[in-house]
């Protein structure tokens, strides 16, 4: 029984990508996320209570279609049920060569420093584990990568949005 269960494993993100091509594997994939998305959203201020002006909801609208907020939507996860997981980054210009190397600091966001979402596929990323997150089951973070590896840099995991199907359990 372990035999024919093994023989079951993970067939590989190129694979995924490969089967992804066939129409009722791709509807599959996309329908959820187009069904999340179909409603649209309502921007409120921060604590929820009085609308905004219809001249800062125009504004939004622009920034929205400036950035392709739907299509990256759409993208994260249509392409999050394709690999079974997937990872979102805004790209931030900051003067510190480390920014994306250490925990996230919404204090060190400039104004205008924000130029849009990078999407990457799971075959372009490695993950890094810190020592405790590598040894320490009474830890929150256990088995959780603590920076990821994309394209030689280290990303730390608090600058990320990682969408997972369903995640493998962590023997």
């Known amino acids: 029984l372990f035999q024919w ?17 066939h129409w009722m594997i791709d509807k599959i994939c996309t329908t959820p996320a187009r069904d999340a998305i179909r409603q649209g959203f309502e921007i409120i ?6 609308k905004l002006t219809d001249e800062v909801i125009a504004e939004y609208a622009r920034y929205d279609k400036k950035f392709k ?28 060569p480390d920014y994306y190397e250490k925990p996230f600091n919404p204090d060190g966001v ?3 420093s924000f130029k849009g979402w990078v999407m990457v596929d ?5 993950p890094i584990l810190s020592a405790d997150a590598s040894a320490r089951p ?9 920076w990821w590896l994309i394209n030689g ?3 730390h995991r608090s600058h990320l949005c990682i969408f997972r199907t369903s995640p493998p359990v962590d023997l």
């Not at 201020?45 to 009085?50: H, L």
Request: hydrophobic share 35%.
């Open 122 to 126: 799971p075959y372009w990323m490695a």
């Open 45 to 50: 201020n921060e604590v929820g209570e009085d």
């Open 153 to 155: 840099k280290q990303y």
């Open 110 to 112: 400039r104004p205008a």
């Open 5 to 21: 269960y093994g023989t079951q494993s993970f067939i590989g993100h190129q694979a995924c990508a490969i089967l992804a091509q």
């Open 69 to 96: 907020i739907y299509k990256h939507m759409l993208d994260y996860v249509r392409k999050g049920r394709i690999f079974g997981i997937r990872v979102a980054f805004p790209i931030i210009e900051s003067p510190d």
């Open 138 to 146: 009474d830890m929150p973070d256990f088995y959780e990568p603590t």
